[in-house]
């Protein structure tokens, strides 16, 4: 990686979100590769980094896209993947997605309960339509990773129980308007143990046989995302195992293997440029106060999370103090980093925030009237912005034409 963060800094100002689009290519051909042998799609999880150029990026490379709304699955209809190659996932579907998602002729909609499966039917029936579906099973194995990040047990929101997709299957297969194609896992997010995924895709891949053996073919066996990543000193899991487990796991099946990994994809392949605003000490606590927020970046808010942060303009031989990363935003929560080792600082010195590709942008508010900040891809030596820093007009544009007593 050789990106000029300070250029960057100075061409289009903090705080910046900048992509190495050359490194989202390695992951993904890393676990394409891995899944050589076997007919398997990546199906990118658009709500890592759902921007346009992104999309387009993994497009361009024969990913699909998971998308767990319309509006992800306009996103990536408009950044050129083909409908074939999308899937659309989660709790909760209004009719008018269904609706769309059906007129859309996408590959397949990811059902989370029987009730959606119903509607699902309803809609198809009315449109005249059979919808391609596939099952969310939740394999009750505990995925060993942050709790608002866990999704493969009982006491989560996801899926159905291993017999209530049994019926459902049985279900789909006697309606005129169900195709039930795909069988669909994901356990959770920031996976790091392997042992949960090999154990779903066991107990899911038992479940494909035995749908089998009642003349319910499987087409597509979906096994999410969820893939870890290194934060810190994480110790991650190889695409190779990965792929691994799973082809052992559906040995004997005629399938498609899909994957869909968002945070793997794009995580370490972002960076949040900020810059520091002041320093101050309260008692004897350091803050060092930057301009960027948790609603730029609301992880470490969020999940406590940890990103790597470096300070460019670091003095040779400085001495370090404890200080803690914070935001200019009106909340004790709105840290980037707590307690961490940092020389003094100056008004302007440029902070590069790692792993802040995935759920970073995405996840951004304009909580305080924020502005969403710029979004700058680089590839081959070559940036360029791939979004624009949000004006106030941009903010404020739904709400004025409401205005009792307009200003001009
Ligand atoms: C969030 C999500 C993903 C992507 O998760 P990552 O941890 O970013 O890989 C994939 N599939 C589904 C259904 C999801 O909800």
Do not use: W
């Not at 699955?73 to 074939?84: F, I, L, N, Q």
């Not at 790692?354 to 909580?367: E, I, K, P, W």
């Amino acid at each position: 990686m050789n990106i000029d963060f300070k250029e960057l800094a100075n061409t289009y100002g903090t705080p910046l979100y900048v992509y190495d689009f050359d490194a989202m290519a390695k992951s993904y051909n890393a676990l394409k590769e891995a899944f050589s042998g076997q007919k398997s799609l990546i199906a990118y999880a658009v709500k890592a980094n759902s921007n346009l150029s992104v999309i387009e990026h993994f497009a361009s490379m024969g990913a699909g896209a998971d998308c767990v709304s319309i509006g992800e699955v306009k996103r990536a209809m408009s950044a050129g993947v083909e409908p074939y190659r999308i899937i659309f996932s989660g709790v909760g579907k209004r009719d008018d997605e269904i609706q769309e998602a059906l007129n859309r002729d996408i590959l397949m909609i990811n059902l989370e309960s029987d009730a959606e499966m119903k509607r699902v039917e309803m809609i198809a029936s009315k449109m005249n339509k059979e919808a391609r579906i596939s099952i969310r099973v939740n394999p009750d194995v505990d995925p060993k990773t942050h709790p608002y990040i866990s999704t493969g047990l009982h006491e989560n929101k996801f899926g159905v129980d291993i017999d209530t997709a049994k019926r459902m299957y049985i279900y789909a297969k006697n309606s005129k308007h169900l195709d039930p194609v795909g069988i669909h896992f994901h356990i959770g997010s920031q996976l790091t143990d392997i042992e949960p995924i090999k154990e779903a895709s066991v107990i899911v891949a038992d479940l494909v046989r035995s749908l089998s053996a009642i003349d319910i073919d499987i087409k597509f066996f979906d096994i999410g995302g969820g893939i870890g990543i290194k934060y810190e000193d994480e110790v991650t899991i190889d695409p190779q195992d990965y792929a691994n487990a799973i082809k052992n796991a559906i040995k004997g099946l005629d399938v498609t293997i899909v994957c869909e990994p968002g945070r793997y994809l794009t995580a370490n392949a972002g960076y949040l440029l900020t810059k520091v605003l002041y320093e101050k000490v309260n008692g004897n606590k350091r803050f060092v106060i930057i301009d960027a927020a948790m609603n730029d970046l609301i992880r470490p808010s969020l999940y406590k999370a940890y990103h790597k942060i470096e300070l460019l303009d670091k003095k040779e031989d400085s001495d370090t103090s404890k200080a803690d990363l914070v935001g200019p935003i009106c909340e004790s929560g709105d840290f980037l980093a707590k307690d961490i080792e940092l020389p003094a600082t100056e008004h302007g010195d440029l902070i590069v925030v790692y792993s802040a590709g995935a759920y970073g942008f995405t996840m951004a508010s304009n909580y305080n009237t924020r502005g969403k900040v710029a979004e700058v891809a680089c590839e081959g030596g070559e940036c360029r912005l791939i979004r624009d820093r949000e004006s106030f007009e941009d903010q404020i544009r739904l709400e004025k034409a409401y205005l009792k007593n307009a200003r001009s």
